[in-house]
């Protein structure tokens, strides 16, 4: 049995929680962290889209990091990373640790990378590895895999502006996942979502648009290495300007240029009435709509100038040193 701790950003440990709740296991939460006692932390993994990380975790009761070097405990900690390197690519090492250019902890990580054949470094390394101190017992943590899990091996392609595909997943959870949904992606860029919401299960239907040619060509290559070329139909369309009937979408995504690597502040003042006044054509009666942006404040006044539309429900979260906003909308009902 291992002890599995998993991390995600700020804001969407609700969403973790949703899929371990799925999954039936008990966990412990602790600020953006869940933990699970699990037999197969990598099979398990598989199944989890809004975790970002999975370590192991071991716990001593001893006074001082130097301790973990005694054979009793020193043992086992190589036992453990060697079981991690044994299932995967891993050339590297490297120590996340308070003190960590100390001399007892540089002698931890040197010693454990020659034990293991690997190369200790001072940048991400494969093989991460934590040490830190909890209610007086020093605890060990392995990353279970060469990268985060939020690095989904479908991403041949990156770029510029891309969601975090674990937001993305989170997005999914909080539009909810029927068979039955059309599905559209507004300004889909690289497809991220189309492809985390095919992940979580089918839909009648699923479409992405973007103007962008350089996008979709990105958005193919990464449908194409998701498995899902047959089930996403990406279209070169005007988003503002769909040539789709009234009404005939179920299920909307929109993740809005935040204004710095993709459009700027005053492109996204006319871009954003225009998308969602097409987003409120376009949803059915009973549709439903997500919307991520870390305009916040255009967005919100947006919403209230659009009366046909209403924000329900919001989750804010914090990515690569900003916090957008994820909201859902729903059409205004009689």
Known sequence: MYVLEFATWPGLIGALCDELDGLQLAYIVEGNTATVDAYDPWRLSD?????????????????????????????????????????????????????ADSSVMQR??????????????????????????????????????????GTRAWRVCNYPGALNAVVAAA????????????????ACGSGTILIERLARGPAAHALGCDTNAEALACARQNVSAAGNTKQIVLEQWDATQTPLPDASVDLIYIDLPFGQLIGTHHTNLTLYPALLYEASRLLA??????????????????????????????????????????VLIEPVRP
């Open 47 to 99: 199944k989890l889209r809004c975790a970002q990380n999975a370590f192991v975790r071991l716990s001593y009761d001893v006074p001082r990091p130097k301790a973990l070097l005694g054979q009793q405990y020193w043992d086992e900690i190589v036992a453990m990373a060697l079981d991690i390197v044994g299932r995967g690519a891993f050339a590297t090492i490297n120590l996340d640790a308070a003190g």
């Open 171 to 186: 997005m999914v959870r909080f539009g909810g996942v029927y068979p039955e949904d059309r599905i559209v992606n507004l």
């Open 108 to 149: 931890i990580v040197t010693t454990l990378g020659t034990a293991l054949g690997l190369t200790a470094v001072v940048d991400d390394a494969d093989l991460q590895m934590r040490i830190r101190q909890r209610s007086g017992y020093w605890e060990v943590l392995f990353r279970i895999r060469p990268r985060p899990l």
């Open 285 to 326: 009666p009973r549709g439903r709509m997500v919307v991520i942006t870390h305009e916040i404040r255009l967005l919100r006044s947006v919403l209230e100038e659009i009366v046909t539309l209403q924000a329900t429900d919001e989750v804010q979260v914090s990515v690569g040193g900003m916090a957008p906003l994820m």
